[in-house]
């Protein structure tokens, strides 16, 4: 079967990663999202002895989970992780611009342990839904048609199906939204800038987005997502998927049908003498 081709240059993302390393100052998402994941990991209360951090900020997650001989790795297509050298291995937030994320899963799997734990955050969905929205309506109005110009990004749950496809045990899918206000629709694409979070798919235009164009959307961010004092909204929806390397004596999930009490019955006893539940 032939391979598909890449959806986003590798090699335009790593030069976009290395000018936002210059600018600086936009990790406010890397530390939320790394706080997010390390309150997940003190909910599981074990301690990880060989943990492993996937990501271009693989440093700013292992200062921040307090893991500080954590192996780093970058997010390259072929990850540099040993097969079953891992208790723990966070991917963090970098999957969501992976031409092959099942193949990045599958990798981290094989480096777990027997029972090793894999957390990865990436960007969902409903991540610069206004952003999206915005740029629409001006490029059809000034341009007469649509271009990609937000990368696509996966949904809940097809993102969780991928959990069971590569075989992880008791795989869990959810996700945190982290609402942001700017000034203007071009303070967020400067943030985006200087968090190398811009347009890297293989099919964008070239060219620099018109002037004309530019006027319209902010335009129409202002107008679809207004906040007080002449900001505008920012949605970023951070997906975290959980899973477990199999080993024996994990709790299993139960046959379908194997139930042995029937749920009208369950909630019948929920319910109080006045016949309230």
Do not use: S
């Given at each position: 079967m032939p391979t598909p081709p890449a959806l986003f240059d590798a090699d335009l993302l790593a030069l976009r990663r290395a000018r936002a390393a210059r600018i600086g100052g936009a990790d406010f998402l890397q530390e939320a999202v790394a706080d997010e994941i390390g309150e997940r990991l003190q909910e599981v209360n074990r301690s990880f002895l060989a943990p492993a951090i996937v990501g271009p900020k693989a440093g700013l997650w292992a200062e921040r989970l307090g893991l500080a001989g954590a192996t780093l790795v970058a997010d390259s297509e072929r990850l540099d992780l040993a097969p079953g050298a891992h208790d723990l291995v966070v991917h963090a937030l970098a999957l969501h611009w992976a031409n092959d994320p099942v193949g990045q899963l599958v990798q981290c799997r094989r480096a777990l342990r027997p029972d090793g734990l894999l957390l990865a955050a990436l960007f969902g969905g409903e991540t610069l839904s206004e952003l999206r929205q915005a740029l629409a309506a001006a490029e059809t109005a000034t341009l007469g048609g649509l271009s990609p110009r937000v990368a696509p990004m996966g949904e809940i749950r097809d993102l969780g199906g991928l959990l069971q496809r590569v075989g992880f045990a008791m795989p869990v899918a959810d996700s945190r939204r982290f609402d942001v206000s700017y000034g203007s629709a071009v303070a967020l694409m400067r943030d985006l800038r200087a968090m190398g979070e811009t347009n890297v798919m293989r099919e964008r235009l070239r060219r620099p987005m018109p002037r004309?164009?530019?006027?319209?959307?902010?335009e129409a961010y202002a107008l679809a997502a207004p906040l007080p004092g002449g900001r505008i909204a920012a949605t970023f929806e951070v997906i975290v998927?959980?899973?477990?390397?199999?080993?024996?004596?994990?709790?299993q999930p139960l046959r379908p049908g194997s139930a042995t009490t029937r749920l009208e019955a369950a909630l019948r006893e929920a319910e109080d003498p006045s016949g309230e539940r």
């Open positions: 004309a164009m530019l006027a319209r959307t902010e998927l959980t899973g477990w390397a199999p080993a024996p004596g994990q709790p």
